[in-house]
T-cell receptor
Framework: DQQVKQNSPSLSVQEGRISILNCDYT??????FLWYKKYPAEGPTFLIS?????DKNEDGRFTVFLNKSAKHLSLHIVPSQPGDSAVYFC??????????????FGKGTHLIIQP | EAGVAQSPRYKIIEKRQSVAFWCNPI?????LYWYQQILGQGPKLLIQ????????DSQLPKDRFSAERLKGVDSTLKIQPAKLEDSAVYLC?????????????FGQGTRLTVV
């Protein structure tokens, strides 16, 4: 039962263009969403997050959009750079309660930036 | 600031053998997580500690997996006996608490191969 879904295993984008990575979730109790970036042989590193009370969060070239009614979020990278080539994981956190706040991850999208 | 340290980086064992992984979180981080990442999947939470207490171990296969965090700092994850399907990268992460809406920082992981 995949509660966080990233339906595109890979995405190829030309350098300088916009990269859009999508993520869908099924659990309406998720209230905080994060994107992590992972290079080969390294652990995931935090990229950007958004609370369910917002619909947009921006940090430099990275913007995350959240559509709660559609249970959908997306990560926009503009302009895309060669160093952005990596696997991107969408992750979600449940409403606070009991102290448990481990993340539920999607399967990841491999972003390839073409020169 | 030193990151999350994990060892060993790689481990190959035969099925039915036992193995242990070690994690040293970021100094001052009260919350520690162990995740399992099988090839082609996103990380899956195995166990979460708050200081030296277990907050969530609902997805830990307790018949073969165990974890401890004595003194609320370092942690070890053990598998005994290992099965072929335990082949995965085991990621340790830590975060500060009680600010729950803060990102978790991941170590580089231990890649386990069970043959």
């Amino acid at each position: 039962d995949q509660q966080v879904k990233q339906n595109s295993p890979s995405l190829s984008v030309q350098e300088g263009r916009i990269s859009i990575l999508n993520c869908d979730y099924t659990n309406s109790m998720f209230d905080y969403f994060l994107w992590y970036k992972k290079y080969p042989a390294e652990g995931p590193t935090f990229l950007i997050s958004i609370s369910s009370i917002k619909d947009k969060n921006e940090d430099g070239r990275f913007t995350v959009f959240l559509n709660k009614s559609a249970k959908h979020l997306s990560l926009h990278i503009v302009p895309s750079q060669p160093g952005d080539s990596a696997v991107y994981f969408c992750a979600a956190n449940l409403l606070p309660g009991g102290g448990a706040d481990g993340l539920t991850f999607g399967k990841g999208t491999h972003l390839i930036i073409q020169p | 600031e030193a990151g999350v340290a994990q060892s060993p980086r790689y481990k190959i064992i035969e099925k039915r053998q036992s193995v242990a992984f070690w994690c040293n979180p970021i100094s001052g981080h009260a919350t520690l997580y162990w995740y399992q990442q099988i090839l082609g999947q996103g990380p899956k939470l195995l166990i979460q500690f708050q200081n030296n207490g277990v907050v969530d171990d609902s997805q830990l296969p307790k018949d073969r997996f165990s974890a401890e965090r004595l003194k609320g700092v370092d942690s070890t994850l053990k598998i005994q006996p290992a099965k072929l399907e335990d082949s995965a990268v085991y990621l340790c992460a830590s975060s500060s608490f009680p600010n729950r809406n803060t990102e978790a920082f991941f170590g580089q992981g231990t890649r386990l191969t069970v043959v």
